[in-house]
């Protein structure tokens, strides 16, 4: 099994920084980060391939957010830049072991997921 364990949130002004972290106990096809705000649906944020470092990004997060890793740690970075207050939501990380496709808009093809991590950016 793999573990995630996601940890980086906390409280911001718009227009502040954040950098999430997520390390994966094994080895992972592909890594994604996932959100989801009170009253609203699960969100893909942005996802990365392991070993290619192919990435890609949900529109509402295109240039201010970048998903990246460092493999010899097998952890997860997403650096949040210019939050806004509808970034604000519980954040996860998840991940797949098997190879195929890793969409942002099906959460089920990853395997493993962490338990979360609150951001909340405030006006």
């Known amino acids: 099994q793999v573990q995630l364990v996601e940890s980086g949130g906390g409280s911001v002004q718009a227009g502040g920084s954040l950098r999430l972290s997520c390390t994966a106990s094994?080895?992972?096809?592909?890594m994604g980060w996932f959100r989801q705000a009170p009253g609203k649906e699960r969100e893909g944020v942005a996802r990365?391939?392991?070993?290619?470092?192919?990435?890609i990004y949900a529109d509402s997060v295109k240039g201010r957010f970048t998903i990246s890793q460092d493999n010899a740690k097998n952890t997860l970075y997403l650096q949040m830049n210019s939050l806004k207050p509808e970034d604000t939501a519980m954040y996860y990380c998840?991940?797949?072991?098997?190879?195929?496709?890793?969409?942002?808009?099906?959460?089920?093809?990853?395997?493993?997921w962490g338990q979360g991590t609150q951001v909340t950016v405030s006006s």
């Open positions: 998840a991940a797949s072991r098997s190879g195929g496709v890793c969409r942002l808009s099906r959460g089920d093809d990853y395997n493993y």
């Open positions: 094994g080895y992972t096809y592909c």
């Open positions: 990365i391939y392991t070993r290619s470092g192919n990435t």
